[in-house]
């Protein structure tokens, strides 16, 4: 069911964003060779219970941990562990956090040490698309429109749109409807109306666009073993044009 929600909504969900915005921020900047992921994982607890807020991600269908920690080919949803990061990897990180009931949830990707320029490429495409998904995020836009404009940055690198996890809608729930696709087809699908809140989140692979999931039950990986990126923000459908609630 698609919720509309009020300013008091939103205001919620904008301080649960601006916590999320600075587990993103702080994990970027703490992330290094060496560091390893359930370190980046505490680090992240501590800022949502300093924030007056929950997390969303644990205990969320038995997942044991605050964040969704990707390395290299994971594409989503991977599990924080005694992995030490490396010069070279690149990190998805996905954080979520909740205030008095109201969900916010982003995600980032970024280079640990130095890079091919190559991946640092398909890192900024994949931002790209973020930010074309959210200038499209306006009243009346149809979500074919939307996911169109976002697979079109994909396409002149060549690169896999992961078809099989979506943006979605948020609020209550961390996943309400609609689903936000990174694909569509011009003039189809609902059209966005003032009061919904949606996350967009473009995922691309720098080869197939097919994804597997690893015996644990839960980390996304590239089929082909190919690097992937994800990018992820939360954003309030308005009146006065689309406002990003996980923002800092």
Excluded at 40 to 52: C, F, V, W
Excluded at 60 to 77: D, I, K
Excluded at 190 to 203: D, S
């Amino acid at each position: 069911m698609i919720t509309i929600k009020t300013e008091d909504d939103f205001a919620k969900m904008r301080h649960a964003g601006q916590v999320v915005a600075r587990i993103l921020a702080t994990l970027r900047a703490a992330a290094g060779p060496g560091v390893t992921l359930l370190e980046l994982d505490r680090i992240a607890a501590q800022i949502i219970q300093e924030g007056d807020c929950t997390p969303n991600f644990l205990n969320y269908r038995g997942f044991p941990a605050n964040t969704c920690l990707s390395v290299n080919q994971e594409l989503v949803h991977g599990i924080p562990s005694k992995r030490s990061l490396q010069d070279g990897d690149i990190l998805s990180v996905d954080a979520g956090a909740i205030h008095q009931g109201w969900h916010a949830d982003a995600a980032v990707t970024f280079a640990i040490g130095d890079i091919p320029p190559e991946v640092r490429t398909l890192i900024e495409v994949t931002e790209r698309a973020l930010v074309v998904g959210i200038e499209h995020s306006t009243v009346g836009t149809r979500l074919g429109d939307l996911g169109h404009a976002i697979s079109l940055v994909a396409e002149p690198q060549g690169y896999g749109v992961v078809r099989e996890y979506t943006g979605h809608g948020i609020g209550r729930q961390m996943h309400e409807d609609p689903q936000v696709l990174n694909y569509g087809r011009p003039g189809k699908g609902m059209k966005l109306r003032e009061g919904m809140a949606i996350c967009i989140e473009p995922m691309f692979n720098m080869g197939s666009p097919e994804t597997r999931v690893l015996d644990d039950g839960w980390t996304v990986v590239t089929a082909d073993g190919s690097l992937c990126a994800h990018f992820e923000h939360t954003v309030a459908i308005t009146a006065d044009g689309p406002t990003v609630l996980t923002l800092p």
